[in-house]
T-cell receptor, first 117, second 112 residues
Framework: GENVEQHPSTLSVQEGDSAVIKCTYS??????FPWYKQELGKRPQLIID?????GEKKDQRIAVTLNKTAKHFSLHITETQPEDSAVYFCAAAKPIHGSSNTGKLIFGQGTTLQVKP | SAVISQKPSRDICQRGTSLTIQCQVD?????MFWYRQQPGQSLTLIAT?????????ESGFVIDKFPISRPNLTFSTLTVSNMSPEDSSIYLCSAGTGNEQFFGPGTRLTVL
């Protein structure tokens, strides 16, 4: 089955610096790669996602890149702010057989990002 | 995006008992999933709740321990049966249509 590896497990940056979190996946059939942000005691929140037919996607200070050949994808946060401090999870999913819908998500281990003021 | 609620938000239970967690979505969704998240850990998929058929369980999870119902396109339940302290965790449901999946607030379960 699918396996998702995420690095680093912890990341500390100064406010205003950039942060990069990397994930690799094992199943070449995976075609959907979301990123979730989870603040302490809260539910995971979808912050950005990318499909396998796209190499890069950007939303304000957040961007995700995908390298299908190498089977890895990354989250980039620029101009980090203290409110970016949280745990970030990457995930991968395959399409449901016979459907255009995405199936179950397999999550990476998570990265705890600390942005120091 | 789908708005998802869960009940109860937390519970403290005695070992050997069972707890049923409810998940309600504000719109019809194709897929519903149940996850477990232990403190400081990632999310582990328990099962996919299929409407009109039995749930599909992941390796390490069985129907007798975690029976799931999915009576319609907006609702699902997860029961944690014959609980032990090792079942203490946060249980989250998620739902999605198409690609995006959204999570409920979670149920924090403590088993004494």
């Amino acid at each position: 089955g699918e396996n998702v590896e995420q690095h680093p497990s912890t990341l500390s940056v100064q406010e205003g610096d950039s942060a990069v979190i990397k994930c690799t996946y094992s199943d070449s059939a995976s075609n959907y790669f979301p990123w979730y942000k989870q603040e302490l005691g809260k539910r995971p929140q979808l912050i950005i996602d990318i499909r396998s037919n796209v190499g890069e996607k950007k939303d304000q200070r957040i961007a995700v890149t995908l390298n299908k050949t190498a089977k890895h994808f990354s989250l980039h946060i620029t101009e980090t702010q203290p409110e970016d401090s949280a745990v970030y999870f990457c995930a991968a999913a395959k399409p449901i057989h016979g459907s255009s819908n995405t199936g179950k998500l397999i999550f990476g281990q998570g990265t705890t990002l600390q942005v120091k003021p | 995006s789908a708005v998802i609620s869960q009940k109860p938000s937390r519970d403290i239970c005695q070992r050997g008992t069972s707890l049923t967690i409810q998940c309600q979505v504000d719109s019809q969704v194709t897929m519903m999933f149940w996850y477990r998240q232990q403190p400081g850990q990632s999310l582990t998929l328990i099962a996919t709740a299929n409407q009109g058929s039995e749930a599909t369980y992941e390796s390490g999870f069985v129907i007798d321990k975690f029976p799931i119902s999915r009576p319609n396109l907006t609702f699902s339940t997860l029961t944690v049966s014959n609980m032990s302290p090792e079942d203490s965790s946060i249980y989250l449901c998620s739902a999605g249509t198409g690609n995006e999946q959204f999570f409920g607030p979670g149920t924090r379960l403590t088993v004494l």
